[in-house]
């Protein structure tokens, strides 16, 4: 089945450090990937997607590259603000099979420090 | 900017009883969604619905749920006979056609089961 393993938060860093959040997944196919992020007290915001292999999304300064031939989606920033403190959430749509649903990762929660 | 809006924000209730949360997805969409997300886990698709019909459901999605679309601007979750285990943040997320990917998210209502 689908799947998608994120690695375990909290990430807590300091103003204008870099960030690297892991994501891998599993799937049947060649899936779209996303990254989803939820501030405190709001609904899930889409972030960037990238939609095949190689293809870079980027948004806000945050960037991630579909590599098919690791399975991973790592989300990064090269100098985080305290207003990027979120939670992150890595997913996959299923490209080749009738579901349209997406699948998340468990949520990665950044802590951002002045 | 259109968004899709959920209500309550927050609603409590006692275990048995039937609660129906509410969403408006974006206009123009077609296609409808309900998640869920248990304190401190991961996101979980519930239900997905097309052409006034759910197209599919996942294994959490049990009798006790029903979805419906009473007059073509409300897209409501039906919890028959609620369950501590049902307390969670619902997410309702719509999505448009034409080969758009992106899945846009209301603000959740968390759902408390006492």
């Known amino acids: 089945g689908n799947s998608v393993t994120q690695m375990e938060g909290p990430v807590t860093l300091s103003e204008e450090a870099f960030l690297t959040i892991n994501c891998t997944y599993t799937a049947t196919g060649y899936p779209s990937l996303f990254w989803y992020v939820q501030y405190p007290g709001e609904g899930l915001q889409l972030l960037l997607k990238a939609t095949k292999a190689d293809d870079k999304g980027s948004n806000k300064g945050f960037e991630a590259t579909y590599r098919k031939e690791t399975t991973s989606f790592h989300l990064e920033k090269g100098s985080v603000q305290v207003s990027d403190s979120a939670v992150y959430f890595c997913a996959l749509l299923p490209r080749d099979t009738g579901r349209r649903a997406l699948t998340f990762g468990s949520g990665t929660r950044l802590q951002v420090q002045p | 900017e259109p968004e899709v809006t959920q209500t309550p924000s927050h609603q409590v209730t006692q275990m048995g009883q039937e609660v129906i949360l509410r969403c408006v997805p974006i206009s123009n969409h077609l296609y409808f969604y309900w998640y869920r997300q248990i304190l401190g886990q991961k996101v979980e698709f519930l239900v997905s619905?097309?052409?006034?019909?759910?197209?599919?459901k996942s294994e959490i999605f049990d009798d006790q749920f029903s979805v419906e679309r009473p007059d073509g601007s409300n897209f409501t979750l039906k919890i028959r006979s609620t369950k501590l285990e049902d307390s969670a943040m619902y997410f309702c997320a719509s999505k448009g056609t034409g080969g758009s990917y992106e899945q846009y998210f209301g603000p959740g209502t968390r759902l408390t089961v006492t």
């Open positions: 619905f097309y052409n006034n019909e759910i197209s599919e």
